[in-house]
């Protein structure tokens, strides 16, 4: 790719308090070529409260054109241009257009930075008092409860931070199948941050359906890990040293493989479970004497 290719600089615009915006994200948003931005509405007021007054165009770039885009905006950059993608608020990518974007543009050889920032699931995540790490972001979360059920399903026993987005409207019922999904947890529903009415609510999950959430604008909700260190049950590792017994090989391997399947427990507890199983199975087998390596 030639020298005199342009970059698409990934700027994080504030959350809320104009403060926020960097001076790197200033210089980057009044330099480029042109601007792609979700809502070419809402940037351009966004902008104006961040004291911005552009000369380069705004160009609309959201969910429903970013493919049909995409050859236009890659010659620009070919071209020489330098761009800048915004979403909303926050930074891009995260739950916004652009990953495809950015991927073409790797695949090119074309120059991607990112002008880091305001971010609702960082700044959610610290404030919220809830574990900061491990931590797995879900985005927004679909609107069939079916969808949400299956989405949360293979999250239940990690032990692990799950953050996502959700309206107002829709927050009461997929906190309801949060709880029925992941057990007792703690919550915490993080709103208008970083603005006037700034609020962080911390409760039991389980105590959902009891609370009256009558929240404006959009949740950043936070779940924390399980209560108790989740761990499988000795019926469920017996059933994995079964199958991993009939694949051959001998205890120390089994018990290996078992390991990686299993939750809660060590490998000297699996190990010797399986040794324990199989006397029995087996009542005249025993240890033999250790040879020298």
Same mark, same amino acid.
């Given at each position: 790719?030639?020298?005199?290719?342009?970059?698409?600089?990934?700027?994080?615009?504030?959350?809320?308090?104009?403060?926020?915006?960097? *001076?790197?994200? $200033?210089?980057?948003?009044?330099?480029?070529?042109?601007?792609?931005?979700?809502?070419?509405? $809402?940037?351009?007021?966004?902008?104006?409260?961040?004291?911005?007054?552009?000369?380069?165009?705004?160009?609309?770039?959201?969910?429903?054109?970013?493919?049909?885009?995409?050859?236009?905006?890659?010659?620009?950059?070919?071209?020489?241009?330098?761009? =800048?993608?915004?979403?909303?608020?926050?930074?891009?990518?995260?739950?916004?257009?652009?990953?495809?974007?950015?991927?073409?543009?790797?695949?090119?050889?074309?120059?991607?930075? /990112?002008? *880091?920032?305001?971010?609702?699931?960082?700044?959610?995540?610290?404030?919220?008092?809830?574990?900061?790490?491990?931590?797995?972001?879900?985005?927004?979360? /679909?609107? &069939?409860?079916?969808?949400?059920?299956?989405?949360?399903?293979?999250?239940?026993?990690?032990?692990?931070?799950?953050?996502?987005?959700?309206? &107002?409207?829709?927050? /009461?019922?997929?906190?309801?199948?949060?709880?029925?999904?992941?057990?007792?947890?703690?919550?915490?529903?993080?709103?208008?941050?970083? &603005?006037?009415?700034?609020?962080?609510?911390?409760?039991?999950?389980?105590?959902?359906?009891?609370?009256?959430?009558?929240?404006?604008? +959009?949740?950043?909700?936070?779940?924390?890990? *399980?209560? +108790?260190?989740? $761990?499988?049950? /000795?019926?469920?590792?017996?059933?994995?040293?079964?199958?991993?017994?009939?694949?051959?090989?001998?205890?120390?391997?089994?018990?290996?493989?078992?390991?990686?399947?299993?939750?809660?427990?060590?490998?000297?507890?699996?190990?010797?479970?399986?040794?324990?199983?199989?006397?029995?199975?087996?009542?005249?087998?025993?240890?033999?004497?250790?040879?020298? =390596?």
């Amino acid at each position: 790719m030639s020298s005199q290719s342009g970059a698409l600089r990934i700027v994080a615009t504030p959350l809320g308090n104009p403060g926020d915006l960097s *001076p790197r994200a $200033r210089e980057a948003l009044t330099t480029a070529h042109a601007v792609l931005a979700e809502d070419t509405r $809402r940037a351009g007021l966004l902008l104006s409260r961040c004291g911005l007054s552009l000369t380069a165009p705004l160009i609309s770039f959201h969910d429903h054109n970013e493919e049909t885009r995409l050859p236009q905006i890659l010659e620009r950059l070919r071209s020489g241009q330098d761009l =800048a993608l915004i979403s909303d608020a926050g930074t891009p990518l995260l739950s916004d257009p652009g990953y495809r974007l950015v991927r073409a543009c790797r695949r090119e050889g074309l120059r991607v930075s /990112p002008i *880091p920032g305001p971010s609702a699931v960082t700044a959610a995540l610290c404030a919220s008092g809830l574990p900061p790490q491990p931590f797995v972001f879900l985005g927004f979360l /679909p609107r &069939k409860k079916s969808e949400r059920e299956a989405l949360f399903a293979p999250y239940a026993r990690l032990p692990a931070t799950l953050v996502f987005f959700e309206r &107002k409207d829709r927050l /009461p019922a997929s906190l309801l199948d949060a709880a029925a999904a992941l057990g007792r947890r703690e919550v915490c529903l993080a709103r208008e941050i970083t &603005k006037t009415y700034e609020e962080f609510l911390l409760f039991p999950l389980e105590e959902s359906a009891a609370r009256a959430l009558d929240l404006q604008g +959009e949740i950043t909700v936070l779940i924390g890990p *399980p209560e +108790e260190k989740p $761990r499988d049950s /000795p019926e469920t590792v017996l059933a994995r040293i079964a199958a991993e017994s009939a694949r051959g090989g001998g205890n120390r391997e089994t018990a290996r493989r078992v390991r990686l399947q299993t939750l809660g427990w060590s490998g000297k507890e699996i190990y010797d479970l399986l040794r324990q199983q199989r006397e029995r199975e087996e009542p005249g087998l025993r240890p033999g004497p250790r040879r020298r =390596a």
